[in-house]
């Protein structure tokens, strides 16, 4: 059975820092693997999609690494922003029609 | 405006009394999910539709019901609310396409609370 591990729980870093925040899952068989941002009380916003078949996707200053074969995917954030906080979820789509998704790592920017 | 539109927002109601929670997409997208969220938990999904009078059980169905009669709406129906169905609620879709090659879309959740 597919579990998506999000790791740290929560962070706190100054602003300006550069920071990585990791997704981890238990089976390689998956067809994309989606990075989203939720502020509190608030709906999901998709910030990255990563095909199986691809590595990396980038968005502004936003980076996302996929490697099927560990398991792992990584979102980079370059030079942080008070704005950046909130809660960024990774979900997998494994085959099916359903999809997983981590409890979420909860960033905190200090400005 | 490309969106998934969810209502109500919010929503309080007794224990026992029926209600349903709409889902809106304009994308013409055939994909359609309902997902639960609660804290510790995260999000766990409920029903999903693969297209009109398609519709599966996700992970956590009991207490709840779905219909697709037309592609852009989804329902969320519960027939007999309980407390434990206290959480907040999120629609999504997706285009399909004959692949699951693409992401989702969200609406922006609504919060039930069964008193």
């Known amino acids: 059975k597919q579990e998506v591990t999000q790791i740290p729980a929560a962070l706190s870093v100054p602003e300006g820092e550069n920071l990585v925040l990791n997704c981890s899952f238990t089976d390689s068989a998956i067809y994309n693997l989606q990075w989203f941002r939720q502020d509190p009380g608030k709906g999901l916003t998709s910030l990255l999609l990563i095909q199986s078949s691809q590595r990396e996707q980038t968005s502004g200053r936003l980076n996302a690494s996929l490697d099927k074969s560990s398991g792992r995917s990584t979102l980079y954030i370059a030079a942080s922003q008070p704005g950046d906080s909130a809660t960024y979820l990774c979900?997998?789509?494994?085959?099916?029609?359903?999809?997983?998704f981590g409890a979420g790592t909860r960033l905190f920017v200090k400005a | 405006e490309a969106q998934v539109t969810q209502n109500p927002r919010y929503l309080i109601t007794v224990t026992g009394k029926k209600l349903t929670v709409t889902c809106s997409q304009n994308?013409?997208?055939?994909?359609m999910s309902w997902y639960r969220q609660d804290p510790g938990l995260g999000l766990r999904q409920i029903y999903y539709s693969m297209n009109v009078e398609v519709t599966d059980k996700g992970d956590v169905p009991e207490g709840y019901k779905v219909s697709r009669k037309e592609k852009r709406n989804f329902p969320l129906i519960l027939e007999s609310p309980s407390p434990n169905q206290t959480s907040l609620y999120f629609c999504?879709?997706?285009?399909?396409?004959?692949?699951?090659?693409?992401?989702?879309?969200f609406g922006s959740g609504t919060r039930l609370t069964v008193v």
């Open positions: 979900a997998v789509r494994p085959g099916g029609f359903k999809t997983i």
């Open positions: 994308m013409n997208h055939e994909y």
């Open positions: 999504a879709s997706s285009p399909t396409g004959g692949t699951l090659n693409y992401g989702y879309t």
